[in-house]
């Protein structure tokens, strides 16, 4: 009998909480202020082998043998000796491989890739590697791509060969053809074993790479950032930006060019967490500025660069004397003025060329330049300023981007706020890793955290700089990253950005890439092992807003006060934001409900009559709300569209939107106005 009554009274519950009705008023008519076309964007660092071994397709590890220990990556067998006269003057090293005095001693090297080489059945490889013979005349080289792990009969999966001739260093290709499919080949490369042959910068890339470029991206990872449809493209990083110390920085020069002469770098993110150590994680630089200004353009995003500013981490050094001093930062303004320069400059300046002999002549219209990463208190402001001084007076059309610093709250926030506004920089970077409270804005995260949740914005003062969310992601307490619960609620957040597109120009979820076996950093926003990706259920909301971003803001209030539906506590755990899209002349809402409950809705849209169709898009997980999107099961939480029709109320006609919205789901919908 109790058990019964529990029923009826449970059922009794979700009646009366499924018929609660949230009413919303839409101004359809008063069109608001602009969405900037660089919102929701991307942050790319090399974290996680997000470029090497990720994104950037060369497959071969170490390929120049500059790692410090030269043959990381590497096994080699029989008469092989490291030698450093090689003909690239910023990558000296190339290896001898001598023939071993007997005719089945082998000298051979053979490389791991990262976390092995992911090869498709019948697909075509460029091997490419620079190599002479000493002595003079010819010699064959044999290069087998292997799979030495699972035990089979043969352990080829695909070969060729090059032969090699004259005293000259000279590049040599092959195609090879795989046929299997496998994520953990290896590279072989042997000699004939009669004539001693010299080799150098040793490199496989699938020949379908993004736009087919040899130097090229690796193709699913690419599309999966053209799919976001992202408004703008930060780059390189995150903390790789300044270094653990200064000469460890990232120096864009160093990324021009050919890619053999392109020096290698410490890649911060091998060491930074002693429990994710990664001691063979380097920055090649084989991704480097161009290719990121070339992808900016693929993929239509404005690029928005990073560059030091003359401090190397402050986290990680507290001693003044770690950072370039006041009076040595000249270089480092130079970089910004020179980067400038290759990006937009004719082909007949000198950077200018650089891009130009690259294969770009077009200027690629840079208009963002980000100075300083997570910078903070007096070191950085004075630093900055004559960075700020320096560029205005060249370039004064670039939009200069600033930092708040590490933290979203606080005293050495507001500081950096207050500065940035003094040295009038166009935009502030804000970075908030922080939990739910923080992204739903509830009682706990308004005491942790203060001004936080999707109402953080509305207070922003609207004068001077203006706001660019360049690092932010969901980081569940408990330890949850990339799960369904945690992306919701950055949804939840994120109409509290399109509701303030007059303050927040631009923002974008951070990292971005992560292999499943090397990554440092979770959540991120894609996931990929050498064959496969998948994305996260966050990297959907951040294409449900970008693919739906507007032209326009439109203002969606509830209740006589006309207040936003930011979650408070009478909104039932509601949030929503509205904009209208000039472009394709549609109204586009959306709508997350974080509660446990099914809820009523009804829009009204005013200002428009008659019965419409609504298309709508909905994230929603009838499962554990830790579930998450997996390489084994990568569409398992993915948004789902349909359509529903407004009704018509009134003597007008008045177009009504009415909806139950399930637990815990984001419905977008788009009407045509
Ligand atoms: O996104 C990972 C790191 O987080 C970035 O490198 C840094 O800017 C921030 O602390």
Redesign the pocket.
């Known amino acids: 009998m109790k058990k019964r009554l529990f029923v009826f009274s449970l059922a009794v519950t979700s009646i009366l909480t499924a018929s609660a009705q949230c009413v919303m008023n839409l101004q359809t008519k008063k069109i608001g202020s602009a969405v900037s076309p660089t919102m929701y964007g991307l942050?790319f660092?090399d974290?996680n082998f997000a470029a090497d071994g990720g994104l950037y397709a060369e497959m071969v590890k170490n390929r120049s043998f500059e790692f410090p220990n030269a043959f990381t990556g590497w096994d080699v067998s029989g008469k092989v000796t490291l030698k450093e006269d090689g003909p690239f003057e910023r990558n000296p090293h190339y290896v001898r491989l001598a023939p071993s005095g007997h005719r089945d001693k082998h000298t051979m090297i053979e490389n791991h890739g990262f976390f092995g080489m992911g090869v498709k059945s019948g697909e075509e490889y460029r091997f490419s590697i620079w190599a002479r013979v000493p002595e003079g005349g010819t010699a064959k080289l044999w290069i087998d791509l292997v799979d030495n792990a699972t035990m089979r009969d043969d352990q080829k999966l695909g070969n060729a060969s090059v032969e090699v001739s004259g005293k000259e260093w000279k590049k040599y290709t092959t195609i090879i053809k795989p046929n299997r499919t496998f994520a953990k080949a290896h590279l072989r490369v042997w000699g004939d074993g009669k004539v001693t042959t010299d080799v150098e910068h040793v490199s496989l890339f699938p020949v379908n790479t993004y736009k087919g470029r040899e130097n090229g991206l690796r193709q699913d990872l690419a599309k999966a950032l053209e799919d976001i449809h992202p408004g703008v493209f930060r780059f390189p990083?995150?903390?790789?930006?300044e270094g653990t110390d200064l000469p460890t920085r990232y120096q864009w020069k160093n990324t021009t060019g050919p890619v053999e002469n392109r020096p290698l770098n410490e890649n911060r993110?091998h060491y930074t967490f002693t429990n994710r150590y990664f001691p063979d994680y380097f920055q090649s630089y084989g991704l480097g500025f161009f290719e990121f200004f070339q992808l900016c353009e693929d993929i239509k995003a404005e690029p928005l660069p990073v560059l030091s500013v003359g401090l190397a981490c402050q986290?990680q050094n507290s001693d003044e004397h770690a950072h370039a001093a006041m009076n040595e930062l000249q270089p480092y303004i130079d970089d910004c003025l020179d980067l400038i320069e290759f990006a937009n400059g004719p082909a007949t300046s000198k950077w200018g060329k650089v891009r130009a002999d690259m294969g770009h002549p077009e200027p690629f219209n840079m208009k963002y330049l980000a100075i300083g990463?997570?910078q903070w208190d007096t070191p950085y402001f004075t630093r900055l300023k004559p960075f700020v001084e320096a560029v205005r007076a060249r370039y004064p059309e670039i939009m200069i981007v600033g930092t708040s610093g590490?933290d979203s709250e606080g005293k050495m926030f507001e500081k950096g706020w207050e500065a940035m506004r003094e040295l009038k920089a166009d935009l502030v970077d804000e970075?908030f890793?922080r939990n739910e409270s923080f992204f739903l804005g509830t009682a706990e995260g308004k005491q942790r955290y203060g001004n936080c949740g999707a109402l953080r914005y509305d207070s922003y003062n609207r004068k001077g700089s203006k706001v660019f969310a360049?690092?932010y992601?969901c980081h569940g307490a408990g330890k949850k990253w990339n799960h369904y619960e945690t992306s919701l609620y950055e949804a939840a957040f994120m109409t509290g950005i399109e509701r303030n597109a007059d303050v927040v120009k631009m923002a974008t979820y951070?990292?971005l890439f992560a292999h499943v076996e090397g990554w440092q950093?979770r959540p991120d926003l894609i996931w990929f092992d050498n064959l496969r990706m998948f994305n996260s259920v966050s990297y959907y909301v951040q294409q449900m807003f970008a693919m739906n971003k507007g032209t326009n803001v439109l203002k969606l209030t509830t209740g006589e006060k006309q207040v936003p539906v930011a979650g408070q506590e009478n909104m039932n755990g509601l949030f929503a934001s509205s904009v209208f899209d000039s472009t394709t002349n549609e109204i586009i809402i959306k709508v997350v409900n974080t509660s446990e409950t099914l809820q009523g809705i009804t829009i009204n849209l005013l200002g428009m009559n008659g019965e419409r169709v609504a298309e709508t898009l909905t994230l929603h997980h009838t499962g554990s709300m830790d579930d998450e999107n997996t390489l084994e099961q990568p569409t398992k939480i993915q948004p789902v569209s349909s359509s529903l029709k407004c009704v018509t109320e009134g003597r007008k006609q008045e177009t009504v939107l009415k909806d139950q919205l399930p637990p815990k789901s984001f419905r977008l919908y788009k009407v045509k106005k």
């Open positions: 942050f660092e974290i990083g995150g903390c790789i930006v993110w986290f990463n997570e590490p970075h890793y360049g690092e992601a951070a990292p950093w």
